[in-house]
Protein backbone atom coordinates (compact mmCIF):
# COMPACT_ATOMS: atom_id res chain seq x y z
CA UNK A 1 0.00 0.00 0.00
CA UNK A 2 1.16 3.63 -0.59
CA UNK A 3 3.19 5.32 2.55
CA UNK A 4 1.22 7.07 5.66
CA UNK A 5 1.44 9.67 7.82
CA UNK A 6 2.43 9.16 11.14
CA UNK A 7 -0.49 10.85 12.45
CA UNK A 8 -3.04 8.91 12.52
CA UNK A 9 -1.10 5.75 13.49
CA UNK A 10 0.10 7.61 16.51
CA UNK A 11 -3.03 9.20 17.61
CA UNK A 12 -4.62 5.95 17.63
CA UNK A 13 -1.96 4.45 19.29
CA UNK A 14 -2.01 6.90 21.97
CA UNK A 15 -6.05 7.05 22.35
CA UNK A 16 -5.91 2.84 22.59
CA UNK A 17 -2.64 2.78 24.94
CA UNK A 18 -0.55 1.13 22.53
CA UNK A 19 2.66 1.81 21.06
CA UNK A 20 4.07 1.62 17.45
CA UNK A 21 7.61 0.38 16.68
CA UNK A 22 9.95 2.72 14.65
CA UNK A 23 12.81 0.74 13.43
CA UNK A 24 15.88 2.04 11.19
CA UNK A 25 16.13 1.08 7.79
CA UNK A 26 19.96 0.60 7.45
CA UNK A 27 19.69 -2.10 4.62
CA UNK A 28 17.76 -3.93 2.92
CA UNK A 29 17.87 -6.94 5.07
CA UNK A 30 16.58 -5.20 8.22
CA UNK A 31 14.26 -3.12 5.90
CA UNK A 32 12.77 -6.40 5.04
CA UNK A 33 13.04 -7.98 8.01
CA UNK A 34 10.76 -4.78 9.50
CA UNK A 35 8.10 -5.35 6.82
CA UNK A 36 7.77 -9.13 7.17
CA UNK A 37 7.57 -9.00 10.80
CA UNK A 38 4.66 -6.31 10.88
CA UNK A 39 2.89 -8.38 7.68
CA UNK A 40 2.76 -11.43 10.32
CA UNK A 41 1.89 -9.29 13.45
CA UNK A 42 -0.71 -7.03 10.99
CA UNK A 43 0.55 -3.91 12.50
CA UNK A 44 1.26 -0.73 11.76
CA UNK A 45 5.10 0.34 11.45
CA UNK A 46 7.42 3.29 11.24
CA UNK A 47 10.39 2.99 9.00
CA UNK A 48 13.23 5.15 9.98
CA UNK A 49 16.26 6.52 7.91
CA UNK A 50 18.86 7.95 10.20
CA UNK A 51 21.78 10.35 9.94
CA UNK A 52 23.79 7.35 9.38
CA UNK A 53 21.86 5.63 6.70
CA UNK A 54 21.81 9.50 4.95
CA UNK A 55 25.78 8.97 4.77
CA UNK A 56 26.03 5.31 3.60
CA UNK A 57 23.52 5.14 1.46
CA UNK A 58 23.08 8.95 0.09
CA UNK A 59 18.88 10.26 0.70
CA UNK A 60 17.87 9.44 -3.11
CA UNK A 61 18.61 5.16 -1.91
CA UNK A 62 17.46 5.00 1.31
CA UNK A 63 14.46 6.81 0.23
CA UNK A 64 13.81 4.54 -2.68
CA UNK A 65 14.47 1.40 -0.68
CA UNK A 66 11.54 2.10 2.12
CA UNK A 67 9.06 3.50 -0.85
CA UNK A 68 9.15 0.11 -2.57
CA UNK A 69 9.20 -2.14 0.55
CA UNK A 70 5.99 0.02 1.35
CA UNK A 71 4.41 -0.15 -1.77
CA UNK A 72 3.65 -4.24 -1.57
CA UNK A 73 3.04 -4.10 2.24
CA UNK A 74 0.00 -5.34 3.21
CA UNK A 75 0.18 -2.97 5.96
CA UNK A 76 0.55 0.98 6.98
CA UNK A 77 4.24 1.96 6.26
CA UNK A 78 5.28 5.00 7.20
CA UNK A 79 8.95 6.33 5.91
CA UNK A 80 10.34 9.08 8.80
CA UNK A 81 13.46 10.80 8.91
CA UNK A 82 15.11 9.85 12.41
CA UNK A 83 17.43 13.03 13.88
CA UNK A 84 17.17 15.35 11.79
CA UNK A 85 19.60 17.93 12.14
CA UNK A 86 18.12 21.16 10.40
CA UNK A 87 15.91 23.25 8.56
CA UNK A 88 17.29 22.66 5.05
CA UNK A 89 17.94 18.52 6.10
CA UNK A 90 13.83 18.70 6.62
CA UNK A 91 13.13 20.24 3.92
CA UNK A 92 15.25 17.62 1.69
CA UNK A 93 13.26 14.81 2.95
CA UNK A 94 9.89 16.17 2.59
CA UNK A 95 10.61 16.84 -1.27
CA UNK A 96 12.28 13.11 -1.47
CA UNK A 97 8.85 11.56 -0.03
CA UNK A 98 9.14 10.93 3.09
CA UNK A 99 5.69 11.04 5.29
CA UNK A 100 6.96 12.13 8.95
CA UNK A 101 9.55 14.49 9.58
CA UNK A 102 11.99 14.81 13.07
CA UNK A 103 13.93 17.49 14.40
CA UNK A 104 16.39 17.35 16.75
CA UNK A 105 16.92 20.57 18.07
CA UNK A 106 18.09 19.21 21.18
CA UNK A 107 21.88 20.62 20.84
CA UNK A 108 20.33 24.19 20.66
CA UNK A 109 19.25 26.91 23.63
CA UNK A 110 15.41 26.35 24.19
CA UNK A 111 14.74 29.44 22.35
CA UNK A 112 16.23 28.18 19.10
CA UNK A 113 15.00 24.60 19.26
CA UNK A 114 10.91 26.18 19.49
CA UNK A 115 11.74 28.58 16.44
CA UNK A 116 13.41 25.90 14.07
CA UNK A 117 11.11 23.56 15.34
CA UNK A 118 7.85 25.98 14.66
CA UNK A 119 9.18 26.62 11.10
CA UNK A 120 9.66 22.89 9.80
CA UNK A 121 6.05 22.21 11.43
CA UNK A 122 4.90 24.66 9.52
CA UNK A 123 6.16 23.74 6.24
CA UNK A 124 5.45 20.17 7.15
CA UNK A 125 1.91 20.77 7.84
CA UNK A 126 1.36 22.37 4.58
CA UNK A 127 1.32 19.19 2.46
CA UNK A 128 -0.27 17.26 5.30
CA UNK A 129 3.38 15.49 6.76
CA UNK A 130 3.35 15.50 10.78
CA UNK A 131 6.34 16.64 12.40
CA UNK A 132 8.27 15.28 15.29
CA UNK A 133 10.45 17.34 17.71
CA UNK A 134 12.74 16.59 20.48
CA UNK A 135 12.78 18.14 24.00
CA UNK A 136 16.22 17.40 26.62
CA UNK A 137 18.75 15.64 25.62
CA UNK A 138 19.21 12.00 25.31
CA UNK A 139 22.80 10.93 25.57
CA UNK A 140 24.60 8.27 24.21
CA UNK A 141 26.39 5.44 26.36
CA UNK A 142 29.73 6.42 24.72
CA UNK A 143 29.05 9.85 26.60
CA UNK A 144 30.07 8.30 29.36
CA UNK A 145 31.79 5.11 28.55
CA UNK A 146 34.62 4.03 26.45
CA UNK A 147 34.40 0.99 24.25
CA UNK A 148 36.68 -0.62 26.60
CA UNK A 149 34.76 -0.08 29.74
CA UNK A 150 31.74 -0.99 27.72
CA UNK A 151 33.42 -4.43 26.76
CA UNK A 152 33.88 -4.84 30.37
CA UNK A 153 30.91 -4.20 31.76
CA UNK A 154 29.03 -6.74 28.81
CA UNK A 155 31.77 -9.27 29.35
CA UNK A 156 32.71 -9.40 33.11
CA UNK A 157 29.98 -7.83 35.00
CA UNK A 158 26.74 -9.39 36.13
CA UNK A 159 23.97 -7.44 35.25
CA UNK A 160 23.21 -5.57 38.92
CA UNK A 161 26.83 -4.51 38.97
CA UNK A 162 26.79 -3.39 35.75
CA UNK A 163 23.50 -1.64 36.15
CA UNK A 164 24.75 -0.06 39.39
CA UNK A 165 27.97 1.49 37.52
CA UNK A 166 25.91 3.16 34.96
CA UNK A 167 23.70 4.93 37.65
CA UNK A 168 26.89 5.80 39.32
CA UNK A 169 28.75 7.26 36.16
CA UNK A 170 25.88 8.40 34.18
CA UNK A 171 22.30 8.16 36.39
CA UNK A 172 22.73 11.98 37.41
CA UNK A 173 23.87 13.26 34.42
CA UNK A 174 20.93 11.56 32.42
CA UNK A 175 18.52 12.84 35.22
CA UNK A 176 19.63 16.23 34.36
CA UNK A 177 19.49 15.47 30.56
CA UNK A 178 15.58 14.88 31.10
CA UNK A 179 12.71 17.37 29.60
CA UNK A 180 11.13 19.39 31.81
CA UNK A 181 7.54 18.91 31.68
CA UNK A 182 6.61 23.07 32.20
CA UNK A 183 9.09 23.84 29.21
CA UNK A 184 7.17 20.91 27.49
CA UNK A 185 4.04 22.43 27.92
CA UNK A 186 5.43 26.00 26.34
CA UNK A 187 7.40 23.64 23.85
CA UNK A 188 4.43 22.36 21.72
CA UNK A 189 2.17 25.03 22.09
CA UNK A 190 5.32 27.25 20.26
CA UNK A 191 6.06 24.45 17.60
CA UNK A 192 2.70 22.89 16.51
CA UNK A 193 4.52 19.83 16.89
CA UNK A 194 2.43 16.43 16.16
CA UNK A 195 4.71 14.27 18.23
CA UNK A 196 7.08 14.64 21.16
CA UNK A 197 10.75 12.96 21.58
CA UNK A 198 11.02 14.13 25.14
CA UNK A 199 14.33 12.72 27.31
CA UNK A 200 12.39 10.62 29.81
CA UNK A 201 15.84 8.99 31.45
CA UNK A 202 17.02 6.54 28.19
CA UNK A 203 20.22 6.20 26.98
CA UNK A 204 21.25 5.55 22.90
CA UNK A 205 23.28 2.59 22.59
CA UNK A 206 22.94 0.93 25.70
CA UNK A 207 24.65 -2.76 24.82
CA UNK A 208 21.62 -5.03 26.83
CA UNK A 209 18.09 -4.38 28.12
CA UNK A 210 18.98 -3.47 31.59
CA UNK A 211 18.54 0.13 31.85
CA UNK A 212 15.23 1.70 33.47
CA UNK A 213 12.82 4.81 32.54
CA UNK A 214 11.66 7.72 34.87
CA UNK A 215 7.60 6.48 34.48
CA UNK A 216 7.04 9.93 36.75
CA UNK A 217 8.67 12.26 34.39
CA UNK A 218 6.46 10.27 31.37
CA UNK A 219 3.44 10.36 33.10
CA UNK A 220 4.05 14.10 33.67
CA UNK A 221 4.64 15.49 30.02
CA UNK A 222 1.92 13.54 28.71
CA UNK A 223 -0.33 15.72 31.21
CA UNK A 224 1.67 18.79 30.44
CA UNK A 225 1.50 18.10 26.62
CA UNK A 226 -1.65 15.66 25.77
CA UNK A 227 0.58 14.73 23.04
CA UNK A 228 1.94 10.96 21.86
CA UNK A 229 5.31 10.92 23.47
CA UNK A 230 8.35 8.90 21.27
CA UNK A 231 11.01 7.06 23.20
CA UNK A 232 14.42 6.92 21.87
CA UNK A 233 17.17 5.10 23.14
CA UNK A 234 14.62 1.89 23.83
CA UNK A 235 17.14 -0.63 22.65
CA UNK A 236 18.71 -0.40 26.09
CA UNK A 237 15.58 0.06 28.04
CA UNK A 238 14.35 -3.17 30.58
CA UNK A 239 11.19 -5.10 28.48
CA UNK A 240 9.29 -6.10 31.87
CA UNK A 241 9.23 -6.20 35.57
CA UNK A 242 9.11 -10.11 34.99
CA UNK A 243 12.29 -9.02 33.34
CA UNK A 244 14.54 -6.97 35.61
CA UNK A 245 12.54 -9.42 38.91
CA UNK A 246 15.20 -12.88 36.72
CA UNK A 247 17.99 -10.21 36.16
CA UNK A 248 18.06 -8.84 39.62
CA UNK A 249 17.41 -5.26 38.09
CA UNK A 250 15.99 -3.83 41.64
CA UNK A 251 13.84 -0.33 40.42
CA UNK A 252 13.45 2.54 42.30
CA UNK A 253 10.03 3.94 43.11
CA UNK A 254 9.90 6.82 39.88
CA UNK A 255 11.52 4.02 37.45
CA UNK A 256 9.59 1.27 35.04
CA UNK A 257 10.48 -0.65 32.21
CA UNK A 258 9.64 0.00 28.51
CA UNK A 259 5.96 -2.00 29.44
CA UNK A 260 5.19 0.59 32.20
CA UNK A 261 6.39 3.03 29.67
CA UNK A 262 3.33 2.44 27.07
CA UNK A 263 0.91 2.00 30.18
CA UNK A 264 1.96 5.86 30.50
CA UNK A 265 1.69 7.25 27.59
CA UNK A 266 4.38 6.22 25.20
CA UNK A 267 2.82 6.48 21.83
CA UNK A 268 6.08 5.60 19.15
CA UNK A 269 9.03 3.74 20.43
CA UNK A 270 12.38 3.92 18.55
CA UNK A 271 14.74 0.46 18.15
CA UNK A 272 17.96 0.53 16.22
CA UNK A 273 20.68 -0.80 18.20
CA UNK A 274 19.08 -3.97 19.21
CA UNK A 275 18.02 -4.45 15.84
CA UNK A 276 21.89 -4.01 14.30
CA UNK A 277 23.13 -6.57 16.95
CA UNK A 278 21.13 -9.10 16.47
CA UNK A 279 21.32 -8.78 12.80
CA UNK A 280 25.35 -8.98 12.95
CA UNK A 281 25.17 -11.60 15.67
CA UNK A 282 23.28 -13.63 12.86
CA UNK A 283 25.59 -13.10 9.66
CA UNK A 284 28.57 -13.75 12.33
CA UNK A 285 27.11 -16.97 13.36
CA UNK A 286 27.02 -17.93 9.81
CA UNK A 287 30.03 -16.76 8.17
CA UNK A 288 32.04 -18.64 11.39
CA UNK A 289 29.93 -21.94 9.87
CA UNK A 290 30.49 -21.66 6.43
CA UNK A 291 33.83 -19.83 5.87
CA UNK A 292 33.84 -20.64 2.50
CA UNK A 293 30.77 -19.60 1.39
CA UNK A 294 30.82 -17.32 -1.67
CA UNK A 295 27.27 -16.44 -1.62
CA UNK A 296 26.73 -12.78 0.31
CA UNK A 297 22.90 -13.73 0.56
CA UNK A 298 22.92 -16.86 2.42
CA UNK A 299 25.35 -15.29 5.39
CA UNK A 300 23.29 -12.24 5.67
CA UNK A 301 19.57 -14.44 5.23
CA UNK A 302 20.39 -15.49 8.88
CA UNK A 303 21.03 -11.99 10.03
CA UNK A 304 17.88 -11.30 8.28
CA UNK A 305 15.61 -13.68 10.14
CA UNK A 306 17.38 -12.62 13.89
CA UNK A 307 16.35 -9.18 13.36
CA UNK A 308 12.71 -10.09 12.00
CA UNK A 309 12.23 -11.87 15.04
CA UNK A 310 13.25 -9.40 17.31
CA UNK A 311 10.89 -7.08 15.85
CA UNK A 312 7.94 -9.00 15.99
CA UNK A 313 8.74 -9.34 19.54
CA UNK A 314 8.62 -5.84 20.06
CA UNK A 315 5.58 -5.55 18.37
CA UNK A 316 3.70 -7.98 20.74
CA UNK A 317 5.66 -6.43 23.65
CA UNK A 318 4.46 -2.50 22.30
CA UNK A 319 1.07 -4.21 21.44
CA UNK A 320 0.63 -3.28 18.50
CA UNK A 321 -0.27 -6.60 16.79
CA UNK A 322 -3.75 -6.21 14.56
CA UNK A 323 -3.68 -2.87 14.88
CA UNK A 324 -2.88 -2.58 11.15
CA UNK A 325 -6.24 -1.03 10.42
CA UNK A 326 -6.63 2.74 9.95
CA UNK A 327 -9.92 4.58 10.12
CA UNK A 328 -9.06 7.96 8.89
CA UNK A 329 -7.46 9.28 6.05
CA UNK A 330 -4.01 8.14 6.62
CA UNK A 331 -2.20 8.50 3.29
CA UNK A 332 0.41 10.61 2.72
CA UNK A 333 -0.34 13.46 -0.29
CA UNK A 334 1.27 12.31 -3.21
CA UNK A 335 2.30 15.79 -4.40
CA UNK A 336 3.66 18.77 -2.62
CA UNK A 337 1.69 21.65 -3.46
CA UNK A 338 4.48 24.44 -4.50
CA UNK A 339 3.33 27.90 -4.34
CA UNK A 340 1.87 29.88 -8.00
Not at 141 to 155: A, G, H, K, M
Not at 218 to 234: C, F, M, Q, R, Y
Not at 279 to 303: M, N, T, V
Request: with cysteine; proline share 4%.
Amino acid sequence: MPLVTSKELLLKAQAEGYAVGAFNANNMECVKAVIEAAEEEQAPVILQVSQGAIKYAGLAMATAMVKAAAESAAVPVVLHLDHGTSYEQNVQCLVAGFTSLMYDGSANPLEKNIEISAKIAEIGHLVGVPVECELGKIPKVEDYFTPEEIFDLSTNKSVPEAVEVVRQKAGASVESLMADPAQAKRFVEGTGADSLAAATGSIHGMWDDIWPLRIDRIEEIKKATDLPIVLHGSSGVIRTRKDAEERGIVLKDNEGTLEDAVKAGIAKVNVATAISMTFLAGAKKAFEERPGERDLRKILSPGLQNAKALVKSYIQLLGSSGKAELTGKASAKSEIKHAE
